[in-house]
């Protein structure tokens, strides 16, 4: 005979594994977050030198997803050439290797200073400004991580283009390449 079970503890086995999942995730962004950017510059080729002053300088607010920031001006900032899966859109659900993107990019930009770079447009259909993004190296801010290439080349996102947009066109369709030989981020985990 079974001993008798008590509905409330029915319910306790599938709150534990939802708990624990969401501590995986968490924790795996807060290491993600605290990631130095050594770290990063020695997994990518999207690191180079550059002359801070030929850019604008903006501090992240809030990362909206994989490809939209928000300044502390509170402007809405889209990436150039960037398409990363949906986590936020109100008409579609959350597509594969979202979370990771939009997670990927918090890590990158939330709360810290970046760098931004126009090319012809200034903003999009929903007034959002068009902006390539680089993240400077804290102890050397001449040095930065190109934030639309890193992303292609880690497979968080996939090259999409809008002319006149076109500056590092060719540069990010060699960066989603190499993302797409070596079966990275969304091409080897999204069917």
Not at 4 to 19: C, E, H, S
Not at 54 to 59: I, L, P, R, S
Not at 111 to 135: C, F, G, M, P, Q
Not at 169 to 182: N, T
Request: proline letters at 5%; one cysteine or more.
């Amino acid at each position: 005979m079974f001993p008798k079970t008590k509905l409330w503890q029915l319910y306790i086995l599938p709150l534990i594994v939802i708990g624990v999942l969401l501590l995986q995730e968490n924790i795996g962004f807060v290491i993600e977050k605290n990631e130095s950017f050594e770290t990063i510059a020695a997994e990518t080729t999207s690191v180079e030198e550059v002359a801070p002053n030929q850019f604008e300088k903006a501090f992240v607010k809030e990362v909206v997803d994989g490809d939209t920031l928000i300044l502390d001006s509170d402007k809405r900032v889209r990436f150039i050439g960037v398409d990363t899966p949906e986590t936020v859109h109100p008409k579609k659900s959350v597509q594969c290797y979202g979370r990771e993107a939009s997670n990927k990019t918090k890590a990158l930009l939330n709360d810290k200073w970046i760098y931004l770079e126009k090319d012809v447009s200034e903003t999009d259909r929903y007034a959002r400004l068009l902006r390539y993004i680089y993240l400077p190296n804290p102890n050397n801010p001449n040095e930065v991580l190109f934030v639309n290439e890193y992303l292609i080349e880690q497979g968080y996102g996939t090259v999409i283009t809008y002319p006149p947009d076109v500056k590092y066109h060719d540069r990010l369709v060699d960066a989603q390449r190499m993302a797409q030989d070596e079966k990275r981020g969304l091409w080897g985990e999204c069917k």
